[in-house]
């Protein structure tokens, strides 16, 4: 009897840990496949792998800016502002993300809100190269 307790105890253990590592490890999976397919210039591609570690983990501002990224390389600017205004949302001290904002505002003509991000960015010391921020992981 004691020994059925223990197994069935286990097991809801096991099940449980399954259930909050499994989420975890898919987003981690999905974000090495969107960083795959953005190297290899499949930008759309790399959306939806990014779109699917965002849906695992949405409250982590990382895929967002990693999604914003492939989108300003592939010169979608309107889909890279929506996802760095996001990741800006939920970390504030974003320097990166303000950087690669200013960036995607200047290609539209943005120039005073591109200005504004600079500066946000430069307080939070964030880097000045596109092909640094676009390099840089959580």
């Known amino acids: 009897m004691l020994k059925r307790l223990l197994g069935i105890v286990a ?3 096991v099940l449980f840990v399954l259930m909050i590592v499994r989420p975890i490890l898919r987003a981690s999976s999905n974000m090495d496949r969107g960083e795959k397919l953005a190297a290899s ?3 759309d591609g790399a959306y939806y792998a990014f779109g699917d570690a965002i849906r695992q983990a949405p409250d982590n501002p990382w ?3 990693r999604r914003a990224a492939a989108m300003h390389r592939s010169g979608q600017y309107n889909k890279s502002l929506v996802d760095l ?3 800006i949302r939920m970390k504030p001290d974003f320097g990166a993300a303000y950087r690669l904002r200013a960036r995607s505002n200047e ?3 943005l120039i005073e809100k591109a200005a504004a991000d600079d500066k946000m960015a430069d307080d939070y010391n964030a880097p000045q190269l596109l092909e640094e921020i ?3 992981k959580e």
């Open 11 to 13: 097991a809801i253990c």
């Open 41 to 43: 210039g499949d930008y």
């Open 63 to 65: 895929p967002y800016f």
């Open 85 to 87: 205004n996001d990741a």
């Open 107 to 109: 290609a539209q003509g």
């Open 134 to 136: 676009y390099a840089l």
